[in-house]
C-alpha cells in the first residue's frame, strides 16, 4: 500500500519569517488520519526566513533529526552545544529526559529543512545532539543510512528507536530499490524532482505513506532528492 498525499494537500501556516508544511498533525495542523505512520510522528517542511529562527524552547522524549534541503541551520543547546548544519547534511538532537535548543537561520538567504520526529524506545537517557556531513556523491543512485537505531548503520548519525533515516540522489531514468521489512513502516519525500515509486508519481514536496510493500523500486523522471523514514510499527 502506497498512499501518496501531495504537496497542496498538507497542513501548515505562513507566519511570514517561517513558512511552514505538516505532512503529519502538529501545532494547530489537526487531522485524525495524519496522526504519524509507525513510530513517525512528524515530518514538517520548513522554509526559513534569513535571520530568523526558533528561540528557545523545550523538548523531551523524542528523536528530532533535521535534514537540511537549502541554506544552513544554525544550533544551540542548554547542553552547552553549537553548530551549523549545512545543505544536505543532518543534525539529530535525541532529546531523552529534557533539553531546550534554539536554532537560527543566520544566513543571507532563506534555509529549507525537513524536520524528522520519531518516538524513541527503550529506557530514557540523558539528551546528546550531533552533526555530520553526508557528501551527496556518497548516495548517488544508492540510498545511505543518515541516521540510525539499526545495526549495520555504523556510519549513521545515532537515534534512540527502531528506524533509520536514509538519502539517495538519483539521477533521471536511474533506479533505486530499497527493501523494507515484514510490518515496517516507511515514508518517502522527494526533496527536490520527481519519481516513480513502485509505479506511482510522486513529485517534489509530496509525501508516500508505505507499509505492506517489501520491495520498493524507485525510478527518477527528472533528478531528484530523496529521503526516507524505515521504522516499526
Do not use: C
Not at 53 to 80: C, K, N, Q, W
Not at 82 to 101: F, L, N, P, W, Y
Request: aromatic share 8%.
Amino acid at each position: 500500500m502506497i498512499d501518496v498525499r501531495s504537496f497542496a494537500s498538507l497542513g501548515g501556516a505562513n507566519h511570514g519569517w517561517l513558512d511552514a508544511k505538516h505532512h503529519f498533525s502538529f501545532a494547530s495542523y489537526h487531522d485524525q488520519k495524519r496522526m504519524g505512520w509507525g513510530a513517525l510522528r512528524v515530518w514538517n517542511d520548513d522554509t526559513i526566513a534569513a535571520g530568523t529562527g526558533f528561540p528557545a524552547h523545550p523538548h523531551s522524549d523524542m528523536e528530532i533529526i533535521t535534514y537540511v534541503r537549502e541554506g544552513a541551520i544554525t544550533h544551540e543547546d542548554s547542553l552547552g552545544n553549537k553548530g551549523r548544519t549545512e545543505a544536505g547534511d543532518v543534525q539529530v538532537m535525541s532529546a531523552g529526559t529534557g533539553i531546550r535548543h534554539a536554532e537560527y537561520n543566520a544566513e543571507p538567504d532563506a534555509t529549507r529543512i525537513f524536520q524528522i520526529w520519531i518516538i524513541p524506545d527503550g529506557e530514557r537517557k540523558a539528551p546528546s545532539w550531533g552533526t555530520r556531513p553526508f557528501p551527496k556523491g556518497e548516495r548517488s543512485g544508492q540510498f545511505v543510512a543518515l541516521a540510525s537505531g539499526m545495526a549495520g548503520d555504523g556510519d549513521a548519525l545515532p537515534i534512540r528507536t527502531d528506524a533509520r533515516v536514509l538519502g539517495a540522489s538519483v539521477k533521471a531514468g536511474e533506479t533505486v530499490e530499497y527493501v523494507l521489512g515484514e510490518g515496517r513502516y516507511a515514508y518517502m519525500v522527494p526533496a527536490a524532482g520527481s519519481v516513480q515509486i513502485n509505479g506511482q508519481t510522486l513529485n517534489k514536496g509530496d509525501g508516500a505513506a508505505i507499509r505492506d510493500e517489501t520491495r520498493l523500486s524507485i525510478t527518477a523522471t527528472t533528478d531528484a532528492e530523496l529521503v526516507l523514514v524505515d521504522t516499526a510499527a
